[in-house]
């Protein structure tokens, strides 16, 4: 709210001098106002272009010509302005039909309106039940919040910064406009939408949850292998209750159109579409009326829905596709084709920053993930006997922190290739489904990264004519990569849904023989890893043996370890996580003998 003040504080000395100087226009103000509108949506981190002074075509023919506009990328107008001098009165204004009803055109369109006579704004909306198309006439507009900042135009030219009640509402009707009416273009803006709605949903969980509630958040805490000890526990669990909820949202949105269905898209639908079963069983407890009133869900989905059917398809889908990974027939690398990748690091900026931070969520650049995943099919084929490289079906990966699958989806492409290469032709997709199932293995702990990945893994084997079912579901699981591999043989959980999401991840970390790790993992420790387990894998690592009382026994010394540590960053090629075929050295004849070969 500092930087909301601030700007405010700026926009009435700016807009004092202004109106204190002969001739002043209402144009005169529009810079202030540009400024001032930008400083709220670059707080609120909402990602719309402020611009004055633009020019739009009518479908009718003609041009308007909007005092000012909220833009979502390129020329799409989410938001129009209309501004007035400090005379006029914005219930007037949201009244008025001048200019060929200007207004009410451009409500029409956006069905918003932001209205301002330079000392108030105002929110101007349609009535929901006004189902025509074309103006809006004014009898069935609805002013809903009007924020004043000054009570007169005397009043605002002695320059007087307003009160931060006053910035804080205008704060709340900006973002209103953008986030509960504006049509949406751009996938970014789209998830920053969604995570400010989440972000209330979580300020509106009941502070303590009752017996209907908690037992589900401790199995989700003990099936992905978390221990939690003060707030910060509490805090990562709720946000995962939120995540689960929202992306789950979205992912069912995305196959619903995906599925071209023609019934409109409703959240109560959601298990109907969503191609993952252990994330659609978990809704499912989500919804259980008890769990669904206590967790005060219901609202904060239906606003979300309305949210997603205020998306421009056209224009969303046009930049939220996905990466090629089988080449030819004129398939070209848009430069937008990996937006889905990147879609959940805007969201948790938005949504929860700190956790963001915590847990290390950066985007790895598509450059340096395919650097990487082909640096090690190159070592794979030249150094350890592997002539098809990742395609030898005895080559199993792990990204332990997957994310959105932005380095599997590589590797997925590399496979393709030289399945393509071999002549796979009609066997490919099935080849490709069989790898993923198989031996291409992800683990996330973060429920958002978790949803994308199994959805564009849906999409991308979709489109080549063959989707994932219950038994050949891609092999990403919810689990935490620092423990469970040499934990209890069964954990006991009282929900079916995370009992074998729990075991399928267990069965991975104790049975597969994996030959190639790589990823760009997370370099904060999270607090919610076991300490213990978390020093074993350290231990491990340092030639650290404990003997009683936790007494360590061995182990190199500090600087023989920062010593490795800085040869190995000194050996490879990016700062990066690099591929590893272990976790100590071992000579290339080794590991053929360890794959068999």
Known sequence: MDEIGKALSAYAREVAGVAGSSGSTEATFYPAIQRLLTAVLDARRLPFDVRTNTSQRRSAGGTDLPDLALYDGGDYVSVYGEVKTPGVEVDDLARSAEQDDQIGRYLGRTGVVLLTNVRAFGLLAVDPTYREEGPVPPDRRRLLAAVELWPSATA????????????????????????????????????????????????????????????LLDDFAKALGLTFKGPEGEEFLRSSLIQTAFYGLFASWTLWRHSREKREFEWRDLGEYLKIPFLGALFHEFRNPVRLRELGLAPHLDRATATLRRVDHERFFARFVLPHVVTGNGAVESPAAHAILYFYEPFLEAFDPELRKELGVWYTPQEIVRYQVRKVDRLLRDELD??????????????????????????????????????AGAALANKLLNAFCRRIIGFEILTAPFVIAHLQLYLILSELGVEPDESHRPAIFLTNALTGWDGPEQLKLQFPELQQEHDAAQEVKREAKIIVILGNPPYNRFVGAPVKEEQELADHYKGVRRGPLDKKTGGHSSATVSSTLASASASTSSTTCTSAFSASPRSGSEWRRNMGL
């Not at 932005?406 to 590399?414: G, K, N």
């Open 386 to 423: 592997c002539p098809r490289g990742f395609a030898d079906d005895r080559v199993v990966v792990l990204d332990p922190c997957c994310g959105t699958g932005a380095y599997l989806i590589e590797v997925l492409r590399c496979v393709a290739e030289q399945l393509q290469e071999e002549g």
């Open 156 to 215: 605002m030219v002695r320059g007087r910064a307003p009160d931060l009640g006053a910035a804080l509402a205008l704060a709340e009707l900006v973002e209103t406009a953008v986030t509960e009416f504006a049509p949406i273009a751009e996938p970014e803006s789209l998830a920053r939408i969604l995570a400010r709605q989440a972000k209330r949903a979580k300020a509106d969980l009941p502070e303590q949850f009752s017996v209907a509630v908690q037992p």
